[in-house]
């Protein structure tokens, strides 16, 4: 962990450029190592075909993301990060919103120590040495 997850309309498919996203959330998470292990950090998009927004008068979009943790950050980490993350994505979605009607959204999911199971091996290759 931490893993970034998108939900985002398929009416803003062209436009999301959602590898550069990507690219900038890992530099923030990246940049927090001693918080964050490298080798856990996964990022996905998930295109949504059926929904409808607001009174589904205009061709509104939205992206909501969800960045998953695992346990045992600080009130104060979690907050840091989350603000960083969404300015990013603030940022990245800065000329479709002043485009069009688009809604922005993040949520933070915190696993608890029991919640998760896992095995990675990519870890290792990011070990100080």
Not at 7 to 26: C, G, P, S, V, W
Not at 42 to 47: K, Q
Not at 52 to 76: C, P, Q, T, W, Y
Not at 85 to 104: D, G, N, P
Request: glycine share 4%; hydrophobic share 45%; charged share 35%.
């Amino acid at each position: 962990m931490p893993h970034f997850i998108v939900e985002y309309t398929d009416n803003i498919k062209d436009e999301a450029k959602l590898e550069k996203l990507f690219e900038e959330i890992h530099k923030v998470l990246i940049a927090r190592d001693t918080v964050f292990p490298i080798g856990g950090l996964r990022s996905r998009a998930i295109e949504l075909k059926d929904y409808r927004v607001a009174d589904g008068a205009e061709d509104d979009a939205f992206v909501h993301a969800v960045l998953k943790i695992g346990a045992g950050r600080s009130e104060e980490i979690k907050k840091e990060v989350c603000e960083a993350l969404f300015e990013v994505m603030k940022e990245h979605f800065s000329l479709i919103m002043a485009k069009r009607y688009l809604a922005l959204s993040m949520e933070l999911i915190e696993f608890s120590k029991a919640g998760t199971y896992k095995q990675n091996n990519i870890h290792a290759r990011f070990k100080k040495k």
